[in-house]
């Protein structure tokens, strides 16, 4: 049974430029939280998707939005990059009603 | 101030030493998690707990709802060990303490 897939592993940016990162939560899981990690830092929750609609947000500006698909995957959209954007973006799933989460390996992003 | 809070920041241990990594939250939470992440990123779920104590191996975690405070130990440590080990807790949303850094020396 695969676990959380993230793609890509490792991507490069221009500052200004649009950038989608894509999860495929594990099986069985139907809700996906995504977590933006900046060098030496904790996690920072983004927002997270559940029945194709954004349930929660953390503070985070309108240029990072998201979208859940009805397979239960999510995108992440980050839009006019800045260099503060470059960060490890973690994607996790969960079964709604449930606390287990899985995570990904992540998404290394780099704006240059 | 953040929401969660853990000590120490950095740890070096020689292999076989007993460990203990403490975690302190100020939010009301359902669950407390603890996390293992590895150099280039992926995290493994290693506890999550409402109350009292889960063993895994030579893991053990223990919650104090009360004092909102929890540890995690590791036993017989080992040089596998060395890794970052990071603290969460599940309220309205996700929170996540900095981490800590553990190497631990043959």
């Known amino acids: 049974d695969a676990g959380v897939t993230q793609s890509p592993t490792h991507l490069i940016k221009t500052r200004g430029q649009q950038v989608t990162l894509r999860c495929s939560p594990k099986?069985?899981?139907?809700?996906v939280s995504w977590y933006q990690q900046a060098l030496g830092q904790g996690p920072q929750f983004i927002f997270q998707y559940y029945e194709e609609e954004e349930r929660q947000r953390g503070n985070f500006p309108d240029r990072f939005s998201g979208h859940q698909f009805p397979n239960y995957s999510s995108e992440l959209n980050v839009n006019a990059l800045l260099l503060g954007d470059s960060a490890l973006y973690l994607c996790?799933?969960?079964?709604?009603?449930?606390?287990?989460?899985?995570f990904g390996s992540g998404t290394r992003l780099t704006v240059v | 101030k953040n929401e969660v809070e853990q000590s120490p920041q950095n740890l070096t241990a020689q292999e076989g030493e007993f460990i203990t990594i403490n975690c302190s939250y100020s939010v009301g939470i359902s669950a407390l998690h603890w996390l293992q992440q590895h150099p280039g990123g992926g995290i493994v779920s290693l506890f999550m707990l409402s109350s009292g104590k889960k063993k895994h191996g030579r893991l053990i975690a223990t919650i104090n709802i009360q004092e909102k405070h929890s540890s995690l130990h590791i036993t017989a440590s080992h040089p596998r060990d060395s890794a970052v080990y990071i603290c969460a807790v599940t309220g309205n949303q996700f929170y996540f303490g900095t981490g800590t850094s553990l190497t631990v020396i043959p």
């Open positions: 996790a799933s969960s079964e709604t009603g449930l606390q287990g989460y899985t």
């Open positions: 099986s069985g899981h139907d809700t």
